[in-house]
């Protein structure tokens, strides 16, 4: 599944319960030191992104970030 599949299947209508705001689908570009990796949305611009509440995340991995957090690794691991 691609980055635009995810992204089309989350639900516009169910944003967060603590903020009103909606999670992200991003790739992880490049996993850094520190809890910390390089993630790319639908619109492929790299932000820096906080990954230390999940396992060690690999280049290609997709993840639900919210507020600049990692929250949920999803698809498969390590794939384009």
Same mark, same amino acid.
């Not at 089309?8 to 809890?35: F, K, L």
């Given at each position: 599944?691609?980055?635009a599949?995810?992204?089309?299947?989350? @639900?516009?209508?169910?944003?967060?319960?603590?903020? @009103?705001?909606? =999670?992200?689908?991003? %790739?992880?570009?490049?996993?850094?030191?520190?809890?910390?990796?390089?993630?790319a949305g *639908?619109?492929? %611009?790299?932000?820096? *992104?906080?990954?230390? #509440? #999940?396992?060690?995340?690999?280049? =290609?991995?997709?993840?639900?970030?919210?507020?600049?957090?990692?929250?949920? %690794?999803?698809?498969?691991?390590?794939?384009?």
């Open positions: 599944m691609s980055l599949d995810f992204s089309a299947a989350c @639900s516009p209508g169910t944003p967060c319960i603590t903020c @009103s705001d909606q =999670g992200t689908v991003m %790739r992880v570009v490049a996993a850094g030191a520190g809890g910390l990796a390089v993630c *639908v619109d492929e %611009r790299a932000e820096e *992104v906080e990954v230390s #509440l #999940l396992d060690a995340v690999l280049p =290609g991995d997709l993840v639900l970030v919210h507020a600049g957090v990692a929250l949920a %690794r999803l698809g498969e691991r390590g794939t384009s």
